[in-house]
T-cell receptor
Framework: AQKVTQAQTEISVVEKEDVTLDCVYE???????LFWYKQPPSGELVFLIR??????QNEISGRYSWNFQKSTSSFNFTITASQVVDSAVYFC???????????FGAGTQVVVTP | DAGVTQSPTHLIKTRGQHVTLRCSPI?????VSWYQQVLGQGPQFIFQ???????GRGNFPDRFSARQFPNYSSELNVNALLLGDSALYLC?????????????FGPGTRLTVL
């Protein structure tokens, strides 16, 4: 069975510091997609980044970047120069079937203080 | 263009009652999925519909049912409500039903069962 682990429950940083979130996805599948979502206090899930398992290159999109280490099935998501508006719960969610079913991790609460 | 819309925003019911939640996908999107998010946890997959056909069902009892209409909007029905059904119910839409496609979430319906 597939398992998604976000071991960090909460991360607190001061504005402008970088924040790195960890996600480990254990599966026998060799090809899959993984999404990151942000859930601010308002509750609405906001799509951030999509990544596939066969591309190990680091990727950067604005202040967001991420790194996939195939050997450990670990997806690290980094927010560079954090801002107060980045305060939210961040979820990693791999797709676990051909129709797009998302399996969410427990989430990591990020708190950015001025 | 409007995003995913859900109604109602909030709902209070008592145990044993029935509830219907509604979702309108982004215009042009043909796939709708439903997720349940209990406070402090990640969303859990309930159903996915594509072209009015059920394509996936999560580990939820038969009290939960859903359908998709010709205009691609969707309803989630829950019968014989239990206290444990109290949660945020999220609807997501995507253009197609495949795993590569980004899913866009609505603001959710917060259901409280007393």
């Amino acid at each position: 069975a597939q398992k998604v682990t976000q071991a960090q429950t909460e991360i607190s940083v001061v504005e402008k510091e970088d924040v790195t979130l960890d996600c480990v996805y254990e599966t026998r599948d060799t090809t899959y997609y993984l999404f990151w979502y942000k859930q601010p206090p308002s509750g609405e899930l906001v799509f951030l980044i999509r990544r596939n398992s066969f591309d190990e290159q680091n990727e950067i999109s604005g202040r967001y970047s991420w790194n996939f280490q195939k050997s450990t099935s670990s997806f690290n998501f980094t927010i560079t120069a954090s801002q107060v508006v980045d305060s939210a719960v961040y979820f990693c969610a791999p797709v676990t079937d051909s129709w797009g079913k998302l399996q969410f991790g427990a989430g990591t609460q990020v708190v950015v203080t001025p | 263009d409007a995003g995913v819309t859900q109604s109602p925003t909030h709902l209070i019911k008592t145990r044993g009652q029935h509830v219907t939640l509604r979702c309108s996908p982004i215009s042009g999107h043909k796939s709708v999925s439903w997720y349940q998010q209990v406070l402090g946890q990640g969303p859990q997959f309930i159903f996915q519909y594509y072209e009015k056909e059920e394509r996936g069902r999560g580990n939820f009892p038969d009290r939960f049912s859903a359908r998709q209409f010709p205009n691609y909007s969707s309803e989630l029905n829950v019968n014989a409500l239990l206290l444990g059904d109290s949660a945020l119910y999220l609807c997501a839409s995507s253009f197609l039903g495949g795993g590569y496609n980004e899913q866009f979430f609505g603001p959710g319906t917060r259901l409280t069962v007393l």
